[in-house]
Structures are given as C-alpha cells and as structure tokens.
C-alpha cells in the first residue's frame, strides 16, 4: 500500500466519521415529540407555564435555554447565585442540580424536550 493512498483511506474516513457525528448530534437536538404530547411545544406553551431554575455553571441550563429560544417557547429563568428567592425556592424543593424546570409548576429535574412536551400537554 503506497503512503498516499494511507493517507487517502485516513482522510475518507475522517470525512464519514465527521458526518456521521453531524448526524447524531443533529438528531439528538431535534425536536421529539412526546406519544400523546398533541403536536408542537410551543403550541402548548402559554407565557408563566415554564420556568427554570438554574445556576450560572450548569451546561444542561444553556442547553435548555437553546432550546427553548430555538422553538420560540415562552419561559422565565432565575438564577440561584444571585436571586436569593429563586435559591431559597431552590433549596425548599429539596433538589440538588440544575436545571430545574417548573412546568405549570411541576418540578422536572433535568431537561428533556418529551418530558417539557408531556408535562405541557398535561400527560406527564
């Protein structure tokens, strides 16, 4: 096998590796639709269903903030390191990470668009 053709076989591979990993994280972010979720999520999101929780370190939180703002989702978000009712609400629930996402003032620890989707449809 000469050198250039190695280096041609390492170059294809790249390319495919880089499109497969495009793929996935473009599947990963896309919307799902949670079964029974009635569609669109910002169809079902009315401004003061959503609000967050967060803390200025927490990668998850900027997560969900994009996607929120990618599906144009009306939200609130408070802080816990510089609103001290949003840390006490914080530590009052109990909870030990961020984000936590009150929809229609029930606490989901985490993000997850079906669970944001089916708490807002009312089947989660």
Request: net charge positive; proline share 7%; hydrophobic share 45%.
């Amino acid at each position: 096998m000469s050198a250039g053709g190695a280096t041609l076989r390492r170059v294809w591979a790249a390319g495919v590796l880089g499109v497969l990993a495009l793929g996935v994280a473009g599947a990963w972010r896309a919307p799902r639709v949670h079964p029974g979720a009635g569609g669109e999520p910002v169809a079902q999101a009315q401004p003061g269903a959503i609000r967050m929780l967060s803390s200025e370190t927490c990668v998850v939180c900027a997560i969900a903030r994009g996607w929120f703002e990618a599906h144009h989702m009306p939200y609130s978000e408070c802080l816990i390191e510089r609103d001290t009712a949003c840390r006490r609400e914080f530590e009052a629930g109990g909870w030990t990470g961020t984000p936590v996402i009150l929809v229609r003032g029930k606490p989901l620890l985490g993000f997850s668009p079906p669970l944001v989707q089916a708490a807002l449809a009312g089947t989660g």
